[in-house]
């Protein structure tokens, strides 16, 4: 035997520039895919995350450095980073900011990995009914979630805050939902859904053969959770926390409506001042200048992410070995489960929900008061159902969700696989630029494709559904990667290699071995793309036309016109639909679990 050192290519794939089809017969077996080609599938994902990604961040780059913040502007300055941060009114805000993104991401991940705890690894009753329960909140828009707690808690119109001053006097002396505070419990309501998602796999995943020999060490409950299982779900937790934090200090919808009346001022909030002033151009020069500032947070989460996965293999808890992940019997503590996973459940659904269906019931925008049960209709419900606007929009909901859906399924499996399986160096790269669009926010990238539309005028997308589809699939590429990877991290190499010492082709080990047992992780991802896509703003208000209206552009229109009922009626049917889009992912979801 020689004492060449044997390639990771070759151990997956036989000697390197053939693969042996199924069924032996390595030296004969058809060229599917060699060296080369895993090159040129790199370089071909290279290219094409470029273009989605820096493409729109060089726009931005530029109009930061135009003097009047138009990329096809002439003339080069630093006037605008020179007004922004040489004013320490932005440092305030930038500090803000942060506060409100750590705190959300902070209790979005308690209430996740408690909850995805539940689901995944005890007898929790009812688990399926939970796990649809608490994935319902991503059906409300962060905008109306944070209304329907405005309408709650409000001062002096809230359902809550008039049930109990009686009892306790003014709610806002214990709790102002109209400050920093309730800002970030609101988007810690809105994150959760999405920790949960993707803490489910990994938690799902854990070896119960770790816990039995620590068992059988003697180990306690808490020991093995703080000493296998926290280092073990690094890679998971790493996830959340990276993509949380960055998307809490781009969030704008919550802080919109919890921090303008509370005069809690973030860097979102000004960002979109800077883009729609009342009156004159927009700042786009000092819009872009802000947006350094998460282009540093993404380099720092990226190095952090990064020098964790190095080592992928230590967080792999999927093996050849057959095994059923372990209950833990709740015993006296399942009442106390239910009734914290419900308790969830009433603050992230109920109480909104009744606030936007009262709402979308009575005539103008006010509180809950007996007398205006007189004048309750569903007046508005027959009034947008009948619309033909409405149709045309949900169509193109449909048109745009399920195509950056498909699309980032199969973007973001191919990206993961090369970046932690390939063993191509420099295969890294395409894992930064996957995770670019996370510094830029949503408004700026609708920004940025307006110009690039006009641009490249030899492609006429500008006005139609397709280039909001682009912009979801920019916006939702970071997540969907770190989704996937966490699906991918949990599978070991000595799968794919039996497989093919037992003579399966590369397409066969993919088929039949990685894509079933990432079938939990790929619907997760589906449905939160899914979600996301329907319920998306930002870049489809920069975006729409009189061609490409969507619900969330038709939904806001009903709001900003006078027409709060109707935006209420259309957010409550739109929550009801994902709530059964949910249940209908419920079933496939089992069976790729017990795969």
Do not use: C
């Not at 919109?256 to 960002?271: H, K, N, Q, T």
């Not at 997760?524 to 319920?535: D, Q």
């Not at 049917?573 to 790729?592: E, H, K, N, Q, V």
């Amino acid at each position: 035997m020689s004492g060449r050192p044997t390639s990771n290519v070759e151990l997956a794939h036989g000697p390197a520039g053939a693969v042996a089809l199924p069924g032996g017969g390595g030296s004969s077996g058809l060229k599917i895919l060699d060296v080369f080609g895993i090159r040129a599938a790199v370089t071909g994902a290279g290219i094409f995350l470029a273009l989605l990604t820096i493409v729109p961040l060089a726009i931005l780059l530029t109009g930061s450095l135009r003097p009047d913040g138009l990329p096809s502007g002439s003339g080069w300055t630093l006037e605008h980073y020179q007004t922004v941060w040489g004013n320490l009114r932005y440092w305030k805000l930038a500090a803000n900011t942060l506060v409100f993104a750590a705190g959300s991401t902070l209790l979005a991940l308690v209430l996740g990995a408690t909850l995805s705890w539940l689901l995944e690894r005890t007898d929790l009753p009812a688990r399926n009914l939970f796990r649809a329960l608490i994935v319902m909140p991503m059906a409300t828009p962060p905008l109306l979630l944070a209304i329907g707690w405005s309408l709650v808690l409000a001062p002096k119109i809230g359902i809550v805050s008039a049930a109990l001053h009686p009892l306790i006097g003014p709610v806002e002396n214990y709790f102002n939902i109209y400050s920093l505070g309730g800002a970030i419990f609101v988007q810690a309501l809105a994150f959760v859904p999405t920790s949960v998602l993707m803490l489910s796999p990994a938690i799902r995943a854990l070896d119960p053969s770790l816990e039995e020999a620590a068992l059988s060490a003697g180990a306690g409950r808490w020991q093995i959770l703080w000493r296998i299982g926290l280092p073990i779900l690094t890679p998971a937790l790493l996830s959340v926390i990276t993509i949380q934090l960055i998307i809490g200090m781009l969030a704008f919808d919550v802080p919109a409506v919890i921090g303008i009346p509370g005069r809690v001022d973030l860097m979102s909030i000004e960002i979109f001042r800077l883009m729609t002033p009342a009156s004159g151009f927009p700042e786009y020069g000092a819009a872009a200048a802000i947006n350094t500032m998460y282009l540093l947070l993404l380099v720092v989460s990226l190095i952090v992410y990064r020098n964790t996965i190095k080592q992928g293999a230590r967080y792999a808890t999927i093996t050849g070995k057959g095994y059923r992940p372990a209950q833990v019997a709740l015993g006296k503590w399942r009442g106390a489960a239910v009734t914290f996973a419900s308790l969830y459940f009433v603050l992230a659904v109920v109480l909104p929900f009744l606030a936007l269906l009262w709402a979308s019931v009575i005539p103008y925008f006010a509180g809950f008061s007996t007398d205006m049960l007189k004048r309750a209709s569903f007046r508005a419900y027959g009034d947008i159902l009948a619309s033909p606007r409405l149709h045309e929009a949900a169509l193109n909901s449909a048109l745009v969700a399920v195509t950056a859906t498909v699309a980032l399924v199969l973007i973001a499996l191919v990206t993961a696989w090369i970046v932690l399986k390939s063993k191509v160096r420099k295969a890294w790269m395409l894992d930064v630029l996957a995770m670019i669009p996370l510094g830029v926010p949503h408004l700026m990238i609708g920004v940025a494709l307006v110009f690039a539309a006009f641009t490249v005028r030899s492609v006429p997308i500008y006005g139609t559904v397709w280039l909001i589809a682009i912009g979801h699939i920019i916006a939702y590429l970071p997540v969907a990667s770190r989704m996937m990877q966490s699906g991918l991290l949990q599978l070991t190499g000595e799968l794919e290699e039996a497989a093919s010492v037992a003579g399966a082709s590369w397409l066969s080990v993919m088929g039949r071995i990685v894509l079933p047992l990432l079938v939990p992780a790929i619907v997760a991802m589906a449905i939160w793309v899914l979600v996301h896509s329907v319920r998306e703003f930002s870049i489809a208000v920069m975006l729409q036309s009189g061609r490409n209206s969507v619900l969330s552009t038709i939904l806001f229109n009903f709001w900003e016109t006078g027409s709060p009922e109707k935006a209420a009626a259309l957010a409550v049917l739109l929550m009801l639909f994902l709530l059964a889009l949910t249940a209908l992912f419920a079933r496939p979801s089992r069976r790729g679990m017990e795969l």
